[in-house]
């Protein structure tokens, strides 16, 4: 249906209007779900192109885009072709002439699609190194008092234990702990619903 409804659109819609746009994305989450990855990784690849045209390189939407293909290529194993797309995307996110909160978040997602990409390579090194950029990102404009940093936190820990790295998980962990303890006698309503 939604390949009917997307070639219904492109006969009197141009390729980068935003209902075509919504299309191709709900066809290729469509098909993700069935496992038809290449097909959709194609959708992706068909999106981005208008994305591009109307915007240019830098700007959120293409990053989300890149974000999508690479998770695409990754469920296919194509780990190192998805970590070249999220690179893109990490550079992309890094030009955008501001970084409001909305922009932190999607380059904070981006580089956390990252470290999962590294972790199923066995890359632990990057993994961190990748993990520590999220929290620099995520606790400079906004403090460590949110719930995106102690989720980060976890992150770390478990990367490390995955490695066998005890004391780097024990640390990540009471750090994280510590935030939300914290947040509980602050009564700050956003973390406390993650204990």
Known sequence: MFR????????????????????????????KKQG?????????????EPLVEMHGEDHPGVVLAYN?????????????DALQMLDK??????????????????LGGTL??????LEDQGNVEAV???????LTIQVEPVGEMNPRTVKTYEELALAY?????????????????????????MNIPTLKSLC
């Open 161 to 185: 234990v995955r490695r066998g790295m005890t004391e780097g998980a024990i640390k990540a962990y009471t750090k994280a702990i510590k935030l939300v303890k914290k947040s509980l006698a």
């Open 36 to 48: 038809k990855f290449p097909e959709a990784t194609k959708i992706h690849k068909l999106q981005l």
């Open 128 to 134: 961190v190194e990748t993990l520590n950029k999220v």
């Open 68 to 80: 999508g293909i690479a998770a695409l290529l990754a469920l296919q194993n194509r780990l190192d």
């Open 4 to 31: 009917k409804a997307l070639d219904i659109k492109l006969e009197v819609l141009p390729n980068n209007h935003s209902e075509v746009m919504d299309l191709y994305m709900y066809l290729a989450t469509s098909l």
């Open 112 to 117: 956390l699609s990252k470290a999962k990409t």
């Open 89 to 106: 995307a990490i550079e992309i996110c890094y030009r955008l002439p501001r970084l409001g909160d909305l922009d932190i978040g999607i």
